[in-house]
T-cell receptor, first 116, second 111 residues
Framework: GAVVSQHPSRVICKSGTSVKIECRSL??????MFWYRQFPKQSLMLMAT?????????EQGVEKDKFLINHASLTLSTLTVTSAHPEDSSFYIC????????????FGPGTRLLVL | GNSVTQMEGPVTLSEEAFLTINCTYT??????LFWYVQYPGEGLQLLLK?????DKGSNKGFEATYRKETTSFHLEKGSVQVSDSAVYFC??????????FGAGTTVTVRA
């Protein structure tokens, strides 16, 4: 099967610092990766779509300068939460889609971010 | 817009009980519909999907039928096992391969 990893799985940081989360497709090339945010007992909210070699497209209401996304290769996308604040504390999940016409998304295990 | 409404949990069952999780959707056109499952400590996995009306998706004993007339995609399993304990998400595919998810339903199966 297709495996997607995320690192770190859990991070605690101080308010005002930046945190980088990595999402890797381990056994396939991902033309598109997606970043989601999940609040406790709530649904996954799509934040942005990341295409290799081009700028990410952000969903309405998501601050692109706050959540920097880089998709530098076909197997790696990174999400950087800049100047993190306690309200950014959440569960961040990435997914990857292999191929232009593939419908199925493969999800990473998620990263728990706690900003103190 | 496109959205998914899923029954709230948590749901607690005994082994071999019948499980049903309701899911209804609002969408323009006829989107593909999915059920994803998240086992403890793991990422979401595709459980089953249906791409058009009256399609039935099935996997691991789970089934769901795409009902256009009721805009529903309810998940069912006739006899659950402890290993089915997980969080289940209903989702629909928007344009450009983006997914809209329901809130998730936590299912606990007791031996």
């Amino acid at each position: 099967g297709a495996v997607v990893s995320q690192h770190p799985s859990r991070v605690i940081c101080k308010s005002g610092t930046s945190v980088k989360i990595e999402c890797r497709s381990l056994d396939f090339q991902a033309t598109t990766m997606f970043w989601y945010r999940q609040f406790p007992k709530q649904s996954l909210m799509l934040m942005a779509t990341s295409n290799e070699g081009s700028k990410a497209t952000y969903e309405q209401g998501v601050e692109k300068d706050k959540f920097l996304i880089n998709h530098a290769s076909l197997t790696l996308s990174t999400l950087t939460v800049t100047s993190a604040h306690p309200e950014d504390s959440s569960f961040y999940i990435c997914s990857a889609r292999r191929g232009t016409f593939q419908e199925t998304q493969y999800f990473g295990p998620g990263t728990r971010l706690l900003v103190l | 817009g496109n959205s998914v409404t899923q029954m709230e949990g948590p749901v607690t069952l005994s082994e071999e009980a019948f499980l049903t999780i309701n899911c209804t959707y609002t969408a323009t056109g006829y989107p593909s519909l999915f059920w994803y499952v998240q086992y403890p400590g793991e990422g979401l996995q595709l459980l089953l999907k249906a791409t058009k009306a009256d399609d039935k998706g099935s996997n691991k004993g789970f089934e769901a039928t795409y009902r256009k007339e009721t805009t529903s995609f309810h998940l069912e399993k006739g006899s659950v096992q402890v290993s089915d304990s997980a969080v289940y998400f209903c989702a629909l595919r928007r344009g450009d391969y983006k997914l809209s998810f329901g809130a998730g339903t936590t299912v606990t199966v007791r031996a």
